[in-house]
């Protein structure tokens, strides 16, 4: 403790020293000189590089040879693609556009069926090859429009544009199924909505008939109760007619 509290005495003594010395500005040029040689300078950098420059220029050399000898060697990959739209059979009453069948759907047999037997197809029929190109659909957000590409080398360019039209026959077939089916449900709804027209039709010739009937009907009782009336306005005359008849025989008698 005492050793301590010397060391700590000795410090506030110099610091008192060092507040009272006043330092000459040639050797507080000197001090920062000094402290500058401790930190790392670009100059000094440079300097290195340049003594090793061979050294510097054979690394360089060696990464620039090793990829230009990858780029020859490794087999070029080019990006076969294609896409395929959805189309539409109808509007609903919003006015969107009704597909033939939910793009969604579609991706989903893409990549769950076609793919799978298109690829187990290529390679039944190709044995040599161990796998079979990788393919990859995908369905850009709030559109009708697939994506397909597949990766690989110009000497297989036949095989990968085999492979993506062999999947867009078959999504074409199956939608030429789809939309073959909604056509003869639209054609069976229109027979049915041209049925309840005739049978509209002929309900209102009915009508029209039975209306003409009862105009008919009208005219009669109207002129029937027109008569009534002039007979009931003769028999109202009768009465007077017969008394005086009877007062002339009276007269006579």
Same mark, same amino acid.
């Given at each position: &403790? ?28 000197? &001090?920062?000189?000094?402290? =500058? ?12 590089? !340049? ?27 080019? =990006? ?55 393919? /990859? ?12 590409? !597949? /990766? ?19 999504? /074409? ?73 009877? /007062? &002339? ?5």
């Amino acid at each position: &403790m005492s050793k301590m509290k010397t060391e700590k005495n000795d410090l506030g003594n110099t610091r008192n020293v060092e507040a009272s010395v006043v330092v000459d500005p040639a050797l507080r040029y000197a &001090m920062l000189d000094t402290q =500058n040689d401790d930190e790392i300078s670009l100059i000094d950098l440079w300097l290195v590089l !340049v003594k090793r420059r061979s050294l510097f220029l054979s690394l360089v050399l060696f990464a620039l040879l090793a990829g230009i000898s990858m780029v020859l060697v490794l087999p070029k990959a080019f =990006n076969y693609s294609t896409a395929i739209e959805i189309g539409g059979i109808s509007h609903n009453n919003n006015g969107s556009l009704i597909y033939v069948e939910d793009p969604s759907s579609v991706l989903a047999k893409i990549n769950q069926s076609y793919i799978p037997y298109v690829t187990k197809t290529y390679l039944e029929k190709n044995p040599e090859f161990e796998e079979a190109p990788e393919i /990859k659909a995908k369905l850009e957000k709030n559109s009708n429009i697939i994506y397909m590409n !597949v /990766k690989g080398p110009e000497k297989n360019k036949n095989t990968y544009i085999q492979l993506l039209s062999s999947i867009v026959d078959a999504v /074409k077939q199956d939608h030429k199924r789809l939309s073959f089916l909604k056509v003869k449900s639209l054609q069976l709804s229109k027979k049915q909505v041209e049925s309840e027209i005739i049978r509209l039709k002929n309900q209102e010739q009915l009508f029209l008939s039975q209306g003409e009937r009862l105009d008919k009907k009208e005219t009669l009782l109207t002129k029937r109760i027109n008569e009534a009336r002039k007979q009931l306005k003769v028999s109202e005359k009768m009465p007077s007619l017969t008394l005086k008849l009877q /007062k &002339m025989h009276w007269h006579l008698c």
